[in-house]
């Protein structure tokens, strides 16, 4: 009796079968199966391993391969020996009846990683994978008594990869979730911002235009020093409420006298140097030095094609 060189490629959880001039050396009666897989360390290999005669008759088989049936098969190990394949695996008979042919009629092995069998029982359908080799087992010169099959169960961790894959594209779906929702509030945030600051110009254009114009004369016209503080109090408080301009000029820099900003705020506001006088109860030379100096402390004393009335607003962002 040969030997039987029999290989595992446990790193891929694959069993496959390696045959050395199995035509001339491998015996193949059922009865020398029975030996081999029930000799140790075959019948506890972490691989199922099956003898089907020629009609795919299940013959023997190892323990790894009767747990496999505990699982897959309706029959169990014990009601499958003697049982055709295809009976006591539901289903499988069209995914697997040309392969188990080709293998007896042919005489040769093949193995396939990674294969998709699906089960068929009266109320549901399993999908399993499998590293499966088969193997036609032959006495020389060219009787075939049957085929052999080894195969490793990859189901458990096919089923782990698709629950681990399907999770990972939740957890991607929910962060992409949390992601729009952060813009989606970020530019309602961005629109908020711009529609207090529409409001603020507006409050603060209506205030210099017209509210701060009429109270200095008021108080141009009122003898009563009582009223005018009272009127300069008023002027003073509704500077602070629509001061952003008189605040982004201090702020950058330019080093204005508190004069010289309202003197900015009134040319920004498109008036005159006299009208500026008037409501400042200035001279209009007066308001003409300021004008000057605003210049040189803006940097467009020299530019003399830049308006100062335009390169304020460009400062600021209001008209």
């Not at 140790?40 to 391969?65: K, T």
């Not at 080709?102 to 990674?114: A, I, V």
């Not at 590293?131 to 052999?148: F, K, L, Y």
């Not at 003409?288 to 530019?303: A, E, Q, S, T």
């Amino acid at each position: 009796m040969g030997k039987i060189p029999i290989s595992f490629d446990l790193e891929r959880g694959a069993a496959a079968l390696k045959y050395r001039a199995f035509s001339e050396r491998l015996p193949g009666s059922i009865s020398f199966w029975n030996q081999v897989l029930s000799a140790f360390p075959v019948a506890d290999l972490p691989a199922g391993i099956a003898f089907l005669d020629r009609e795919f008759i299940l013959r023997r088989q190892n323990r790894q391969y009767a747990d496999y049936l505990r699982l897959y098969s309706p029959l169990g190990p014990d009601q499958a020996l003697g049982r055709c394949y295809f009976d006591y695996m539901p289903g499988s008979r069209d995914q697997l009846e040309e392969w188990f042919r080709e293998t007896r009629d042919c005489g040769r092995s093949e193995t396939q990683y990674g294969y998709p069998l699906r089960l068929t029982y009266p109320t549901r359908e399993n999908l399993t994978y499998w590293n499966v080799s088969m193997t036609a087992v032959s006495r020389w010169p060219s009787r075939v008594e049957g085929i052999v099959i080894f195969c490793v169960d990859l189901t458990p961790e096919k089923r782990a990869s698709q629950i681990l894959h399907a999770q990972q594209t939740e957890l991607a779906r929910q962060a992409q979730q949390i992601e729009d929702a952060k813009n989606a509030l970020r530019f309602l945030q961005a629109l908020r911002e711009e529609d207090k600051k529409e409001l603020g110009l507006r409050l603060a254009a209506n205030t210099r235009n017209l509210i701060l114009p009429a109270l200095q004369l008021l108080k141009n016209c009122c003898p009563d020093q009582r009223r005018r503080t009272l009127l300069q109090t008023i002027e003073t408080s509704l500077e602070e409420i629509v001061g952003p301009f008189s605040r982004r000029l201090q702020s950058t820099a330019f080093n204005l006298t508190p004069k010289e900003i309202a003197v900015a705020n009134h040319i920004k506001s498109g008036r005159t140097s006299k009208e500026i006088a008037g409501l400042l109860s200035l001279s209009p030379a007066s308001i003409d030095f300021h004008r000057n100096n605003i210049r040189k402390k803006l940097g467009i004393h020299k530019r003399k094609e830049v308006g100062l009335r335009e390169y304020l607003i460009s400062r600021t962002g209001e008209e």
